[in-house]
């Protein structure tokens, strides 16, 4: 049957005190051995990646392959038993190993949901963010990011270099990107701008520029006065581009400011539609 949920707890705090600890070395720039038979060596990251290295330059092949899986194998005294019956009953290991890491991430995810300390959310994002690359993991960092006021700069800069991390961010972390890397959020925002610009309401809006003026003629027709925010409000560009602003004075300004650049950039002769578009979307 499933493990006591006890049980749970104490493997996982074990293995976030294993995480803590190597996180601990890291930041030491010490990288060495700690001479524990029993350290737990993850294979990500720049750790990761030297330890590999490490050991394949100074053992035999075999021998290397040897140390590697005795460095990274969970060193619990109901593991290799457990997995054994299981096997003789017909599971594969990989299936299992698939449940008992979704049942320790769910468990994890609870636990984080009850942190009200920063101290503690900022030791547990130092010891999962290397992990964040791996899909099947990437929840348990983003969840700690997610419940942080603030996230450290170190951090963001890491995630704006990573597309399909940043993809999978809540948009609360997203907008501590931007607000970090203007590059990044011209490149999110430029295409709703241009999306705004091809919108048939933002024609319309830019026909009945002087609301003021009821009976206005265009080409010889009638062109019925409307408030230029009733066309704003139908426009789903500029709804994603406000939903990305949301309460943040600096992406607002920066959007302003790409929209003044884009404008100054013109190279038409004349006032275009495209002109007061910018115009009207700022």
Same mark, same amino acid.
């Given at each position: 049957?499933?493990?006591?949920?006890?049980?749970?707890?104490?493997?996982?705090?074990?293995?976030?005190?294993?995480?803590?600890?190597?996180?601990?070395?890291?930041?030491?720039?010490?990288?060495?051995?700690?001479?524990?038979?029993?350290?737990?060596?993850?294979?990500?990251?720049?750790?990761?990646?030297?330890?590999?290295?490490?050991?394949?330059?100074?053992?035999?092949?075999?021998?290397?392959?040897?140390?590697?899986?005795?460095?990274?194998?969970?060193?619990?005294?109901?593991?290799?038993? %457990?997995?054994?019956?299981?096997?003789?009953?017909? &599971? $594969? #290991? =990989?299936?299992?190993?698939?449940? +008992?890491?979704?049942?320790?991430?769910?468990?994890?995810?609870?636990?984080?949901?009850?942190?009200?300390?920063?101290?503690?959310?900022?030791?547990?994002?130092?010891?999962?963010?290397?992990?964040?690359?791996?899909?099947?993991?990437?929840?348990?960092?983003?969840?700690?990011?997610?419940?942080?006021?603030?996230?450290?700069?170190?951090?963001?800069?890491?995630?704006?270099?990573?597309?399909?991390?940043?993809?999978?961010?809540?948009?609360?972390?997203?907008?501590?990107?931007?607000?970090?890397?203007?590059?990044?959020?011209?490149?999110? %925002?430029?295409?709703?701008?241009?999306?705004?610009? &091809? $919108? #048939? =309401?933002?024609?319309?809006?830019? +026909?009945?520029?002087?609301?003021?003026?009821?009976?206005?003629?265009?080409?010889?027709?009638?062109?019925?006065?409307?408030?230029?925010?009733?066309?704003?409000?139908?426009?789903?560009?500029?709804?994603?581009?406000?939903?990305?602003?949301?309460?943040?004075?600096?992406?607002?300004?920066?959007?302003?400011?790409?929209?003044?650049?884009?404008?100054?950039?013109?190279?038409?002769?004349?006032?275009?539609?495209?002109?007061?578009?910018?115009?009207?979307?700022?």
């Amino acid at each position: 049957g499933p493990a006591p949920a006890d049980e749970s707890s104490t493997l996982l705090d074990g293995e976030e005190k294993e995480l803590s600890g190597h996180s601990d070395q890291n930041a030491g720039g010490g990288g060495e051995k700690d001479g524990s038979e029993n350290a737990t060596i993850p294979l990500v990251g720049g750790l990761g990646c030297d330890y590999v290295s490490r050991v394949l330059s100074t053992f035999a092949p075999q021998e290397a392959v040897r140390e590697i899986q005795e460095k990274t194998q969970v060193h619990d005294a109901r593991y290799n038993p %457990v997995f054994g019956l299981l096997q003789q009953m017909g &599971l $594969e #290991r =990989a299936e299992v190993s698939k449940i +008992l890491l979704s049942s320790i991430i769910q468990a994890l995810l609870r636990n984080i949901q009850t942190l009200t300390q920063e101290e503690n959310m900022l030791d547990l994002l130092e010891a999962s963010f290397i992990y964040i690359r791996i899909p099947e993991l990437r929840s348990i960092p983003i969840a700690v990011l997610e419940r942080l006021k603030s996230v450290p700069n170190n951090f963001l800069k890491q995630l704006s270099a990573d597309r399909a991390v940043f993809n999978d961010l809540p948009q609360s972390v997203q907008r501590q990107v931007w607000e970090l890397d203007k590059s990044l959020l011209q490149q999110h %925002v430029s295409p709703y701008i241009h999306c705004y610009v &091809l $919108e #048939r =309401a933002t024609t319309l809006s830019c +026909l009945n520029m002087n609301e003021e003026n009821p009976n206005k003629q265009f080409l010889g027709m009638s062109v019925p006065s409307v408030y230029r925010q009733t066309y704003r409000n139908g426009s789903a560009s500029l709804k994603k581009v406000t939903s990305i602003i949301d309460k943040s004075n600096k992406i607002y300004k920066y959007i302003v400011n790409l929209c003044l650049t884009l404008y100054r950039e013109s190279e038409k002769p004349f006032m275009s539609k495209d002109e007061q578009a910018y115009c009207s979307f700022r």
